[in-house]
C-alpha cells in the first residue's frame, strides 16, 4: 500500500513518530517535536484526535464512581488535548516543511474532521482494533489503514483481519505490546512470524525502553516501525516513560536505514566486491607445477595448488585434467578458465578516434610491447615497485606516451593522503607523492615523444567509519590546495581521478569524501586549474548512490577530463567490471565524451585485467572499439 510518496512492504521500512499527546498540550512543543522527528529522519510523525464525549460514557466523564485508572487517564485528555484548530494549525506546519501528517482517531466524529483535513492513512490504536463500527468508518474513507494489534488475542486479530479484507481495505498490522513501558519478558517479539500468516503486511509499534527491540523487529521483517518520541521522559503523563528522547529516535532511524541496507533481498548469494579482493589476496589456485609447452596433456603431475587466488579455482581440477595445453607455461604460472577452451582472446591493432593504451607494471611491460603497441603505456606503481631500476624492465626508448598511476599505499601500510589533518601524516605522503614526481620524470627518456606526462593520484580524504560532515569538507580540499603548491610539478601534470564514495582498502569498505560529487570537482577543477581522470566506474557507483544521473555527471566532468579509466559498474560496490557485464550505457556515453573530451586518451580499467596475459582488457577493448 501507499502512503504519501512511501511504497510500504517495498523494502524500505516506514518509520512513524508517534507524537500523541506527548506534547502535554502545548503548540510550542508540538512544533519541537516535529521539528526534531524529522531532522532524525523520521518518514512522518502521528497525533491523536479525541471527542470525549463520544469515547466515554456520561457517567464516566462525570467522574461518577469509575475506578482510579479510568479517572487518571481522563484528567490527563482533559488537560492534553488538541483543539481541532490546533490539529489543522500542526498539519499545515508539516505541509509547510514537506513533511506528512498522520493522526489516530478514536472516535466518528474525529474520522469526519480528520476527513476533511486531507489525510493520507489512518493509524489504529490497539484499543480499536475490536471496533468495528469504527473500523467500518475507516473503511468508507478508502485510505489506508495501520493497526496496532496490542492487548487482542490471536482469534481477535484474525476476525478484524477478515473484516477489512470483506471490504477491500489496504492496511497493515503492528504486532505491539500495550504497556507503557512493555517489559521484555512480555514482548513476544517472534509473533510478528505468525502475524504474517494472518495478513502479509505487517510492522512493530515499541513501548519497550531502548531501541533494541525496534531493529530486531525491522530484521525480522517489520515494513513499520512506530515509536513514541519526547523531548523529556519524565514528564507528566502515561506515554513518555516508554517514549524515546531525540538521540534515541535518531539512532534507532540510522540503524534501521543500515539494516535494511544489509538485509539485502535474500534471493542469491552473490560474492560482493570487497569479498573478491579478499578471495584474489587469500584464496587458492591451480598453477603448473614445472615448466610445460604447448600440446601438453596435463597429468595430475603437471598441476599443483598454491596462493593467490588469482588463476583457475582448485574446484575445477578435474576439468582441467585431460585438456591439451594451448600455451607454454613457466613453473608456477596460474592456470586460467580460458585453459578449459581450444581458444583464448588475444590483442590485435586497435582502432580509435582517441588515444588509446593498456595499463602495465614494470615487470610485465616486455611482454605486452611484444605483443601490442598502444598509444599510451599507463605504469601502475606499487610501493615496491618505487624501489625498482626502470631500465632493468624498460631498455631503450619506445613509441607512445606514458602515464603513470601513483600508489595508493605507501611502505607501512600507509594511504596517501594529501589532505590529512594530521600534519606528519599529510607531510609523509607530500615526500612519497613527490618521489612518484621524480621517478615519473626520470621515465621520459624511455618515452621520449612524451612531453608532458600525467601522473594519475588518489589524494586522501578517506574515513574509516563514516563520511565527513559537508562543513568539514571544505578543510580538506584546502589542504590538498596546499599540497598541491608544496610540491615541484615541473614537467609533469598530476590528474586526480573521481572516486567511488566505498573504496576498499585492506580487504574492507572505507568512506571517501574528495573528488566524488560532481559539483565539487568541477569547483575545485576551476580554483586549482586541475584537470581530472575521470574513472567512469567509480563515478558510475557515485551516481547509483548519491541519485545523480550519471550521464549528467558525465558532461559535467568532461570538459575537466585529460585521461580515461574505462570499465562497467554495477550497484554501489560493483566496480570495474568487464565492458557489458555492468549498466553503462557506452554509446551513450562515448557520444557526451566525444563532445566534451575528443582528446583525451584512455584504458580500460577492467578489474584483474591483467590476468591471463591481459585476457580482460582485450575483451574490453573488442567491446569499446567503435564507442569512442
Not at 560474492?271 to 603448473?288: C, D, F, P, T, Y
Not at 593498456?358 to 605504469?379: G, K
Not at 631498455?395 to 589532505?419: I, N
Not at 568532461?558 to 585521461?563: E, I, K, L, M, S
Request: charged content about 25%.
Amino acid at each position: 500500500m501507499k502512503i504519501g510518496q512511501h511504497e510500504i512492504g517495498k523494502g524500505r521500512t516506514y518509520f512513524i513518530a508517534e507524537i500523541g499527546n506527548n506534547h502535554n498540550g502545548s503548540m510550542e512543543r508540538a512544533i519541537q517535536l516535529i521539528d526534531q522527528a524529522f531532522a532524525a529522519g523520521a518518514d512522518a510523525v502521528k497525533f491523536q484526535m479525541r471527542h470525549l464525549d463520544q469515547i466515554y460514557r456520561q457517567r464516566t466523564l462525570r467522574k461518577d464512581g469509575e475506578d482510579l485508572g479510568t479517572e487518571y487517564v481522563l484528567d490527563l485528555l482533559l488537560r492534553f488535548e488538541l483543539s481541532i484548530d490546533q490539529h489543522r494549525e500542526l498539519a499545515d506546519y508539516c505541509r509547510s516543511k514537506g513533511a506528512l501528517y498522520l493522526c489516530t482517531p478514536w472516535d466518528g466524529r474525529s474520522v469526519e474532521v480528520l476527513e476533511s483535513m486531507g489525510v493520507p492513512a489512518y493509524k489504529v490504536a490497539s484499543a480499536d482494533l475490536t471496533n468495528l463500527p469504527l473500523l467500518d468508518r475507516l473503511a468508507q474513507t478508502g485510505k489506508p489503514l495501520i493497526l496496532s494489534t496490542g492487548m487482542s488475542t490471536p482469534d481477535e486479530v484474525r476476525a478484524t483481519a477478515a473484516f477489512l479484507n470483506k471490504r477491500n481495505v489496504q492496511f497493515a498490522m503492528l504486532h505491539c505490546n500495550s504497556t507503557y513501558p512493555a517489559p521484555l519478558h512480555d514482548i513476544n517479539l517472534k509473533w510478528i512470524d505468525r502475524l504474517r500468516e494472518i495478513h502479509p503486511l505487517v510492522g512493530y509499534s515499541g513501548h519497550e525502553r531502548g531501541i533494541n527491540v525496534s531493529l530486531a523487529a525491522v530484521a525480522l521483517g517489520a515494513s513499520i516501525i512506530e515509536r513514541h518520541f519526547t523531548l523529556d521522559r519524565g514528564m507528566e503523563g502515561p506515554d513518555h516513560a516508554a517514549s524515546l528522547t531525540f538521540p534515541e529516535l535518531a539512532r534507532l532511524i540510522e540503524g534501521i536505514r543500515e539494516i535494511e541496507e544489509a538485509l539485502g533481498d535474500g534471493q542469491v548469494r552473490v560474492v560482493s566486491q570487497g569479498e573478491m579482493i579478499n578471495r584474489e589476496n587469500l584464496g587458492k589456485s591451480l598453477v603448473a607445477a614445472t615448466a610445460l609447452t604447448k600440446g601438453t596433456v596435463l597429468t595430475p603431475d603437471n598441476v599443483k595448488v598454491r596462493s593467490p587466488g588469482q588463476g583457475l579455482s582448485p574446484q575445477r581440477y578435474e576439468e582441467l585434467l585431460g585438456r591439451t595445453l594451448q600455451h607454454d607455461m613457466a613453473e608456477e604460472d596460474f592456470f586460467y578458465p580460458s585453459d578449459l577452451r581450444d581458444t583464448r582472446v588475444e590483442p590485435r591493432p586497435y582502432k580509435f578516434a582517441r588515444p588509446w593504451g593498456v595499463p602495465v607494471r614494470y615487470h610485465d611491460f616486455a611482454e605486452y610491447n611484444a605483443r601490442i603497441q598502444p598509444d599510451v603505456w599507463e605504469f601502475h606503481l606499487s610501493y615496491s615497485d618505487m624501489e625498482l631500476n626502470p631500465a632493468d624492465f624498460l631498455q631503450g626508448s619506445h613509441p607512445g606516451d606514458f602515464v603513470v598511476h601513483a600508489p595508493e599505499l605507501f611502505a607501512g601500510s600507509r594511504l596517501m593522503d594529501l589532505a590529512s589533518p594530521d600534519e606528519s601524516y599529510r607531510r609523509e605522503s607530500l615526500r612519497e607523492t613527490q618521489r612518484v614526481i621524480d621517478i615519473t620524470r626520470g621515465l621520459k627518456r624511455f618515452f621520449p615523444r612524451t612531453k608532458r606526462p600525467l601522473i594519475v593520484a588518489n589524494i586522501g580524504g578517506f574515513t574509516m567509519d563514516e563520511p565527513l560532515p559537508a562543513n568539514v569538507i571544505q578543510s580538506y580540499y584546502e589542504r590538498f590546495a596546499g599540497s598541491l603548491a608544496e610540491l615541484d610539478l615541473d614537467g609533469v601534470e598530476l590528474i586526480p581521478q573521481t572516486m567511488a564514495p566505498f573504496p576498499w582498502h585492506f580487504g574492507g569498505q572505507r568512506y571517501q569524501n574528495l573528488f566524488v560529487k560532481i559539483e565539487e570537482i568541477v569547483e575545485w577543477c576551476q580554483r586549482l586549474k586541475l584537470r581530472m581522470c575521470y574513472d567512469v566506474s567509480h563515478s558510475a557507483l557515485t551516481c547509483n548512490h548519491l541519485n545523480y544521473d550519471f550521464y549528467q555527471f558525465s558532461q559535467l566532468v568532461a570538459p575537466w577530463t585529460a585521461h580515461l579509466h574505462l570499465g562497467d559498474a554495477k550497484g554501489l560496490n560493483g566496480e570495474g567490471l568487464q565492458v557489458g557485464e555492468g549498466t553503462i550505457d557506452f554509446d551513450r556515453l562515448g557520444a557526451i565524451l566525444r563532445q566534451g573530451c575528443p582528446d583525451a586518451s584512455f584504458i580500460p580499467e577492467i578489474w584483474q585485467g591483467h590476468k591471463n596475459s591481459g585476457e580482460g582488457f582485450w575483451i574490453a577493448m573488442e567491446r569499446l572499439e567503435g564507442r569512442l
